[in-house]
């Protein structure tokens, strides 16, 4: 592995469901302590590309890296490197904020962490629920808990899928302040969200993706010459054959 290594290296990806073309060769770079955005239409690839640079899927072609790890030939190193907030609410219902937490950082060989654990959980405003049983918890909780699950192993690389989805102002903004931080000590942050004001304002850098390729790849002040906003420069790749 290099040190020089970027967060995340794709290469020529490619994955097809049947008669689908979900990922038509993706070349994407992604340097250490970036905040990147990852842009696009439903359908577009942005969840088939996290599943696979996560595991979860097995690419038909092309490789990934996670800080120089392949996440096939290496994927025990490239899991550990990185963190990602799904975009489904998935939790296990027989147990406490707590205990998920605990138990998803022994899934990371990881024992003493509930200093860490505590700091997430006061971040995150759920300090108060920490011991409610997860079926207890409300939809913008559960995401919550899911963000603290990505963090406990305290990856260097976090992937964040719709994070705050149908989650209310308060903890959006309670969000952000984290993540701001953790991108300001180090870490890189992948953000895909349909929230355009919100990429607009985080990312420094910006991918858009459509039909399983990248439409257009800049930094964020680049894509925004000439126009309003992001919303306007993505209906315009949207439209671009």
């Known amino acids: 592995m290099s040190l020089s290594a970027p967060a995340i290296r794709v290469t020529a990806l490619t994955k097809r469901y049947d008669k689908l073309q979900a990922l038509a060769g993706i070349d994407l770079e992604i340097a250490r302590g970036e905040f990147f955005g990852l842009l696009g239409p439903n359908g577009a690839g942005k969840t088939t590309l996290i599943s696979a640079l996560a595991g979860l899927v ?144 985080l990312c420094g850098r910006i991918a858009m993706m459509k039909a399983g390729r990248i439409a257009a790849l800049d930094t964020t002040a680049n894509l925004l010459v000439g126009e309003s906003d992001l919303e306007q420069v993505f209906m315009k790749v949207m439209r671009c054959d």
């Open 58 to 201: 097995r690419a038909d072609g092309g490789t990934l890296e996670v800080m120089g790890h392949d996440v096939v030939t290496d994927s025990r190193n490239a899991r550990l490197k990185l963190g990602v907030v799904p975009q489904e609410l998935v939790f296990d219902p027989f147990f406490s904020v707590r205990e998920v937490l605990r138990f998803q950082s022994g899934y990371y060989g990881i024992r003493g962490n509930d200093d860490w654990i505590d700091e997430i959980l006061s971040r995150l405003d759920l300090l108060s629920r920490a011991d409610a049983n997860m079926r207890t918890l409300s939809g913008g909780m559960k995401r919550r808990v899911l963000v603290a699950q990505a963090l406990v192993h305290r990856p260097p690389v976090i992937v964040l899928d719709e994070p705050t989805a149908g989650v209310d102002v308060e903890l959006r903004q309670g969000l952000w302040q984290f993540v701001k931080q953790l991108n300001a000590d180090g870490h890189t942050v992948v953000l895909t969200t349909h929230y355009l004001e919100e990429a607009e304002a």
